[in-house]
Nanobody, 124 residues
Framework: QVQLVESGGGLVQAGDSLTLSCAAS????????MGWFRQAPGKALEFVAV????????QYADSLKGRFTISRDNAASTLYLQMNDLKLEDTAVYYC?????????????????WGQGTQVTVSS
């Protein structure tokens, strides 16, 4: 049984930094593209970032480049999202996602597995 469990969300102030984690189990983590999506209140699910098997391949939503960094630790089967200079509009539920195979994802339709989500709230 595949499980993706996010942690690290919370309430922060604008300008703060936060790191999300996603602990994976039940899959061969090192052979999965892993990534993050987010959903703000009243808005559609939005792609945030994806990372390849070895961590060399990384893609980000254009609006987040420079502030967010995705990384992974295959030995620990854990995915991370470092978020810097957080803004009010970053408030959302952040979901960890995984896809097996050799093709990365950038839409929710391409994801094999999802986490339950972790809330990030940015206040002024």
């Amino acid at each position: 049984q595949v499980q993706l469990v996010e942690s690290g969300g919370g309430l922060v102030q604008a300008g703060d930094s936060l790191t999300l984690s996603c602990a994976a189990s039940g899959l061969t983590f090192g052979t999965y593209y892993m990534g993050w999506f987010r959903q703000a209140p009243g808005k559609a699910l939005e792609f945030v970032a994806v990372i390849g098997w070895s961590g060399i391949y990384r893609q980000y939503a254009d609006s987040l480049k420079g502030r967010f960094t995705i990384s992974r630790d295959n030995a620990a089967s854990t995915l991370y999202l470092q978020m810097n200079d957080l803004k009010l509009e970053d408030t959302a539920v952040y979901y960890c996602a995984g896809r097996g195979g050799v093709i990365p994802f950038s839409t929710d339709g391409d994801v094999d597995y999802w986490g339950q989500g972790t809330q990030v709230t940015v206040s002024s």
